[in-house]
Nanobody
Framework: QVQLVESGGGLVQAGGSLTLSCATS????????MGWFRQAPGKERESVAA????????YYGDAVQGRFTISRDDVGNTVTLQMNNLKAEDSATYYC????????????????????WGQGTQVTVSS
């Protein structure tokens, strides 16, 4: 049984930092592209950051470029999102996701097609 479990969300003031973690189990972690997505109330789920199965390639959405960093630990089977200089507009539920399609395809795949999702963790940034 595959599980993706996010943690690390919470309430933070604007300008602050949070680190989200996604612990995975039940899958061969090194086979999977991994990504972080977020969804605010009334908005569509959007891609925030992604990292290739090899760890060599990363992607960041324009809104978070330069502020967020994605990384993976292939020993601990976890993927982390370091979020700095948080803004009120970063407030959302953040989801971890994994898929085996090629990284370039993963970046353009509709969210409904992505294989595995976590349950989400709430991030609230007060201004």
């Amino acid at each position: 049984q595959v599980q993706l479990v996010e943690s690390g969300g919470g309430l933070v003031q604007a300008g602050g930092s949070l680190t989200l973690s996604c612990a995975t189990s039940g899958l061969t972690f090194t086979w999977y592209q991994m990504g972080w997505f977020r969804q605010a109330p009334g908005k569509e789920r959007e891609s925030v950051a992604a990292i290739s199965a090899s760890g060599y390639d990363t992607y960041y959405g324009d809104a978070v470029q330069g502020r967020f960093t994605i990384s993976r630990d292939d020993v601990g089977n976890t993927v982390t999102l370091q979020m700095n200089n948080l803004k009120a507009e970063d407030s959302a539920t953040y989801y971890c996701a994994g898929d085996r399609r090629p990284f370039s395809d993963f970046l353009h795949t509709p969210t409904s097609w992505i294989t595995y999702w976590g349950q989400g963790t709430q991030v609230t940034v007060s201004s």
